[in-house]
């Protein structure tokens, strides 16, 4: 199994990127999909899910700015990240299972 996460990289405040989450030897569409991301010095916390029904979770910081969605038939995941907030920086890791991403660095300067 292998989770390939990309999109990352470095932002200003008020701008958008796009997080992709590629998904190899599981079915895909039996899982939940979640994105966490871990600022520095900070524990990793969940930012949004989206299950296997298609319904979906957003933490309270990130509802309204991003969006998650699933491509069932080619195994994609994905998180699009609007108005970006210095606070939003960190290491975004996608979830599903019992397996992680290796974490795609968003970095938002203000």
């Known amino acids: 199994v292998q989770l390939q996460t990309s999109g990352g990289g470095l932002v200003q405040a008020g701008g958008s990127l796009r997080l992709s989450c590629a998904a190899s030897g599981i079915i895909f569409n039996v899982n939940n999909i979640a994105w966490y991301r871990q600022a520095p010095g900070k524990q990793r916390e969940l930012v949004a899910a989206?299950?296997?029904?298609?319904?979906?979770y957003y933490s309270d910081s990130v509802k309204g700015r991003f969006s998650i969605s699933r491509d069932n038939a080619k195994k994609m995941g994905y998180l699009q990240l609007n108005s970006l907030k210095s606070e939003d920086t960190g290491v975004y890791y996608c979830?599903?299972?019992?397996?992680w991403g290796q974490g795609t660095l968003v970095t938002v300067s203000s």
């Open positions: 989206i299950y296997s029904t298609g319904g979906t």
């Open positions: 979830h599903t299972g019992s397996w």
